[in-house]
């Protein structure tokens, strides 16, 4: 059964670039066919996907934080990793990793929904204050 974790700081200075690390046990981030995605929801806010990184190594984002988002996979460490750069405190949120098989993976509303997801993260809260 796969497990996932997310790892890093809860507190970040605005401006400052949000780095998050996802460690995957029990399965590869390789295999086919599976996405890894990163899904945020600020306080008293539904779900919110940003982004994901496929099997084969592309990557996906949303179109409202493409300009600040970037995910990168280490296939060594079976971890894969969010940057957010330049964070307001809009960007205060329980930020998510979680694993979509490839044929529930599609637009950024779809990716919204939890349902598309078959295995999570606990989820690690972030902060953005000075």
């Known amino acids: 059964q796969v497990q996932l974790q997310e790892s890093g700081p809860g507190l970040v200075k605005p401006s400052q670039t949000l780095s998050l690390t996802c460690t995957v046990s029990?399965?590869?981030?390789?295999?086919?066919?599976?996405?890894w995605n990163w899904i945020r929801q600020p306080p008293g806010k539904g779900l919110e996907w940003m982004g994901a990184?496929?099997?084969?190594?592309?990557?996906y984002y949303r179109a409202s934080l493409k300009s600040r988002t970037s995910i990168s996979a280490d296939t060594s460490k079976n971890q894969f990793t969010l940057q957010l750069s330049s964070v307001t405190p809009e960007d205060t949120a329980v930020y998510y990793c979680?694993?979509?098989?490839?044929?529930?993976?599609?637009?950024?509303?779809?990716?919204?929904?939890?349902?598309?997801?078959?295995?999570w993260g606990q989820g690690t809260q972030v902060t953005v204050s000075s």
């Open positions: 029990g399965g590869s981030i390789t295999t086919n066919y599976y996405y």
């Open positions: 979680a694993r979509a098989p490839e044929y529930r993976f599609g637009s950024s509303w779809v990716m919204d929904n939890p349902e598309k997801y078959d295995a």
């Open positions: 990184i496929a099997y084969s190594g592309s990557t």
